[in-house]
């Protein structure tokens, strides 16, 4: 399956899921975790299956044939040990009289019991929803292109509803954001490039962060994910923290995720230890209890001028990403614009901050990035190991006029935007060929897009002129449109030396009209006028000779 198939599934797949809300009662927050939950059940058996070939084909034959499977041998490759009827197939041929919701209430119960490492993760609340409604969302993952699908595919499925419900104000309903924009993180992940050692987020929400990571080192690393790196992460809300533990576990990817409150616990005690701290905490937190003996002792605030006196938590943030840090870690994450000029008591934390020369880049983004709020916002970027050339320097980058436009109300960073930064970035760091590399692949993305377009009006063309030259239509002669769409197809996919300038020619030729088409759809509007004119005064007449 392609990247162009996946995402048209994704796009499918929600669509089909939110049909279904659009029709009940449900809210985007009440229906999160049940759709979640039933996704990853859906993994949970996919991967059974490919485990269960995978055993069988290698479990040797003995006197008294092969013996039965293990549950280690199942853990061995990846899966759980499914019971019977947890298995996603069992609940979507369930009989219409049996209970629906206890089924799937009784499945994530048999799996939490045995694996008491899932234990409250998983949701068991289906008797909320109506009964038709679940049968019909079970049908919605049981298609044949969804169970044919592998791990990193419900991965990006699991990451795509996570965002969608996110961007329907399911975090907004619940109190709190649980998502971070994919492009924010992923501008973070390529500014830090963490591909080794220990991976903290102490505001971890849905886990995004880590899954992004995971990306990265899939894409850098000769290396699985679990052996380059150890993932931490601390989260506040409950909810938040079960959406992050199936998040890892359907990414495959082993962490420590313990729901506590940052500003009052180091659970992990990870004091300078972290080779990279990633994080998108909230903003402008008020009412910390600045008197507790936590705060007043907190290792990881500076002596002296750490506790800040305005009723705001930014800045302590800042020092616990500061003070995760081992002597050569970097950290990237979200802050309020405001937090990067504050004064009085958080300026002096800032200014002592910038004293110790790990304060590396700031970049300042434009407002719409988040899907529930438009306030703009700032990225931080840390590196206590950077260069001497760069120690007395801090890159910043005014990213407010650099976005994409996905809809009137949110932002992104599209795929190019992103390599620039990124080449910003390793320029600032001593690479003097980054911003040519980038120039070359920004090019060849051009010239790939420019030909994927070309091949689907191609595609088009040749339907059109399968319909054009059907041989029973007599009302209109399309021979000149024909000969027209004829010469447009001699048009030759760029070539991979094409510049910029030959992929931006093709633009008018994406946005012209067919004129020959166009006048003779024009003509048969009219016709079509005409024809209904004359059809209303011949009934008129009838109408008429029928009174007489």
């Known amino acids: 399956m392609n990247q162009k198939q996946i995402k048209q599934l994704e796009a499918n797949l929600w669509d089909s899921a939110d049909n279904l809300r659009a029709n009940s009662k449900l809210t985007a927050a009440e229906y999160k975790d049940p759709v979640l939950g039933l996704i990853l059940l859906r993994y949970a058996q996919n991967r059974y299956e490919r485990a269960k070939q995978d055993i069988e084909a290698n479990t040797p034959d003995s006197p008294r044939g092969k013996r039965a499977p293990t549950e280690a041998d199942y853990l ?32 994530m119960r048999l799996i939490e019991e045995k694996y008491p490492d899932l234990t409250g993760i998983l949701p068991r ?9 679940l049968r ?27 965002m969608k419900f996110s961007m329907s104000g399911a975090g907004a309903q619940e109190g709190g954001e649980f998502f971070t924009p994919p492009s924010l993180v992923q501008l973070i992940v390529n500014l830090i490039q963490p591909d080794r050692g220990i991976i903290h987020d102490p505001a971890c929400g849905s886990g995004g962060m880590f899954v992004q990571t995971g990306d990265f080192i899939k894409s850098h690393r000769n290396q699985s994910i679990n052996e380059a790196i150890t993932c931490y992460g601390t989260e506040l809300k409950s909810n938040n923290t079960r959406l992050a533990k199936m998040n890892l576990a359907i990414h495959g990817i082993e962490g420590k995720i313990i729901e506590s409150n940052s500003f009052y616990s180091d659970p992990h005690n990870l004091l300078g230890k972290c080779d990279f701290v990633m994080a998108n905490p909230p903003f402008n937190v008020n009412k910390v209890d600045k008197k507790s003996d936590f705060v007043k002792n907190d290792q990881r605030l500076f ?21 995760y840090l081992n002597p050569q870690g970097r950290a990237g994450f979200v802050m309020a614009s405001s937090a990067t000029d ?9 200014t002592k901050l910038i004293e110790t020369g790990a304060v590396d880049c700031i970049v300042a983004v434009a407002n719409n990035f988040f899907y529930t709020r438009s306030l703009p916002c700032h990225l931080w970027f840390l590196d206590k190991g950077k260069s001497e050339q760069n120690k007395d320097k801090i890159l910043m980058i005014d990213a407010r006029n650099t976005f994409r436009k996905v809809n009137t109300t949110i932002n992104d960073f599209s795929a190019g935007q992103l390599r620039n930064f990124s080449a910003i970035m390793q320029a600032y760091r001593g690479d003097t060929n980054a911003i040519k590399q980038a120039n070359l692949a920004n090019q060849k993305a051009s010239i790939q897009q420019a030909g994927e377009i070309l091949a689907e009006i191609e595609m088009l063309e040749n339907q059109l002129l399968i319909a ?16 027209e769409l004829k010469q447009q197809a001699k048009v030759l996919k760029p070539a991979e030396t094409a510049s910029y300038a030959d992929c931006e020619a093709l633009v008018s030729f994406f ?5 020959a088409l166009s006048e003779q759809i024009e003509r048969y509007k009219t016709t079509l006028a005409a024809d209904k004119a004359a059809m209303q005064t011949a009934e008129k007449k009838s109408k008429k000779k029928d009174i007489a």
């Open 76 to 107: 061995a490759a990846g899966a759980m040990m499914l019971p019977e009827k947890s298995l996603y197939d069992y609940l979507a041929n369930l009989p219409e009289a049996d209970d629906i919701s206890e089924a799937v209430n009784t499945a």
């Open 125 to 133: 609340n289906y008797q909320e929803l109506d009964a038709t409604l």
């Open 136 to 162: 019909d969302l079970i049908r919605v993952f049981n298609e044949d292109a969804v169970k044919n699908l592998t791990g990193d595919v419900f991965g990006r499925i699991y990451e795509y509803f996570l």
């Open 303 to 323: 002596d002296e001028v750490g506790i800040p006196k305005a009723d705001n938590g930014n800045y302590l943030w800042i020092q616990y990403f500061y003070h």
């Open 342 to 350: 504050a004064g009085n008591s958080e300026k002096a934390i800032r």
């Open 468 to 483: 054009l030259a059907d041989p029973n239509n007599k009302t209109l002669d399309f021979r000149t449109v024909i000969t």
């Open 511 to 515: 946005e012209k009209p067919f004129s």
